[in-house]
């Protein structure tokens, strides 16, 4: 199967992504993870990036695309891919769509994890911090001693990201940058909405309901 899914920040997209690559063994295509490893690699689309990463600028499209382009072309697409991260924007949306008619492939499903703003905050501003590396959430996986480390002992704290007025500004971006995009999905017809306030295994469930239906009208 061929899958695009997106989720806002703390919907648990990256989790449900990892589970569903293994569960239809796909991979799972983070466009973050490509450019990392395009740029360790010093491959010529990541030398480009990078020249516009060292100067805090975006990385072009055309760039992106080519990456992009790249991964999907691997033998281990053969089967299916699930795109996280990418599309962005409606003109990444078309130029993927031109891509896998190139590959002659096709998208099967476009997932959307749909969480209530209030949950998401809850999940985020939860989160507790340690230099050492360890992490915590004050309501689902508080530490034994509150604001203290039970690994190392150190005092936990907040990342500036994780408090609730970026977390507001974090989600509004992501709306206005999503919303488009869910639209032109919907007209494709390609758009499923998961409602994933549910626990983990509560919406991988639901999600497998959906894509295992999917997978049987078009067998």
Do not use: W
């Not at 989790?15 to 569903?20: E, F």
């Not at 450019?35 to 990385?59: Q, S």
């Amino acid at each position: 199967m061929n899958i695009i899914l997106f989720g806002p920040p703390g919907s648990g997209k990256g989790t449900q992504a990892k589970m569903l690559a293994e569960r239809y063994s796909i991979p799972h295509i983070s466009t973050g993870d490509i450019l990392r490893e395009h740029l360790k690699n010093k491959t010529k689309l990541g030398l480009e990036a990078k020249a516009y990463m060292d100067r805090g600028a975006l990385v072009p499209d055309d760039i992106l695309i080519g990456i992009i382009k790249d991964r999907l072309s691997q033998p281990d697409c053969t089967s299916g891919f699930l795109l996280d991260g990418y599309p962005r924007t409606v003109p990444q949306a078309d130029a993927l769509s031109v891509i896998l008619t190139e590959l002659g492939k096709k998208l099967d499903v476009v997932l959307n994890i749909d969480v209530p703003d209030e949950e998401l905050i809850k999940r985020l501003a939860g989160r507790r911090m340690c230099s050492c590396g360890a992490s915590y959430h004050i309501l689902f996986n508080p530490p034994k001693q509150e604001g203290i480390c039970d690994r190392c002992g150190k005092p936990l704290y907040q990342r500036d990201d994780d408090k609730e007025e970026a977390i507001m500004n974090r989600l509004e971006v992501y709306k206005h940058q999503t919303q488009p995009l869910i639209e032109y999905y919907t007209n494709e017809g390609l758009m499923m909405t998961v409602h994933g306030a549910a626990s983990i295994a509560e919406v991988f469930d639901e999600i497998c309901r959906l894509l295992d239906e999917l997978q049987k009208r078009e067998s």
